[in-house]
């Protein structure tokens, strides 16, 4: 992985790890991404990558949602439910 995209599923683990440290069972993550980039049919950039590092910590992907901030990015609001809470 490129440099940028390490650092953004590094943060985003270490967020969800203190998160899960703290109890919580339900982590919400937003991941901003350039329209440039995921507006056309194919990978969003970075998205997967913070996914796997929040659900590395033990946390589960239970919804998505795109918001599009202006003409040139938006945001993928991410919800978690920790793994181990029903």
Do not use: Q
């Not at 650092?7 to 790890?17: D, E, I």
């Not at 910590?57 to 439910?81: N, Q, V, Y």
């Amino acid at each position: 992985m490129g440099f940028i995209r390490d650092t953004k599923a590094l943060t985003a683990g270490k967020h969800a790890a203190r998160a899960l440290e703290e109890g919580r069972t339900t982590f919400l993550y937003s991941h901003n991404v350039p329209m440039s980039m995921g507006t056309l049919s194919g990978p969003v950039p970075d998205s997967a990558e913070v996914i796997e590092a929040i659900e590395a910590t033990g946390w589960r992907l239970c919804d998505m949602e795109f918001a599009p901030m202006h003409a040139k990015s938006g945001t993928i609001l991410l919800l978690f439910r920790a793994a181990n809470y029903r």
